[in-house]
């Protein structure tokens, strides 16, 4: 079974950059297709990015999109999420996911990580 552990979070400032990681221990995680949410408080949880179980495609929310760029390892089973220019708005607890689906809903994903919180400051 998937299990999925994010890393990476912290306070940051306006303009700063942080890098999220999100490791899986097993087999499954080169067949999967991966994705990072968030969740803001109050919010629903919205989709960041999805990139596939190759690595080939990517695909990002146009609030992050220029900014952000998700990777992976599968070599050693891990994704990441590079994000930059960070603004106040991009503060939320932010989730891995991954799946079957090539998918930028959060119920189309079967496995979720506990979430790293991630907060900017003005």
């Known amino acids: 079974q998937v299990q999925l552990v994010e890393s990476g979070g912290g306070l940051v400032q306006a303009g700063g950059s942080l890098r999220l990681s999100c490791a899986d221990s097993t087999r499954a995680f080169s067949r999967s297709n991966m994705g990072w949410f968030r969740q803001a408080p109050g919010k629903e949880r919205e989709f960041v990015a999805i990139?596939?179980?190759?690595?080939?495609?990517?695909a990002y929310a146009d609030s992050v999109k220029g900014r952000s760029t998700i990777a992976r390892d599968n070599a050693k089973n891990t994704m990441y999420l590079q994000m930059n220019n960070l603004d106040p708005e991009d503060t939320a607890v932010y989730y891995c996911a991954a799946g079957a689906a090539w998918s930028r809903y959060p119920y189309e994903y079967r496995y979720w990580g506990q979430g790293t919180q991630v907060t900017v400051s003005s």
């Open positions: 990139i596939s179980s190759s690595g080939g495609a990517t």
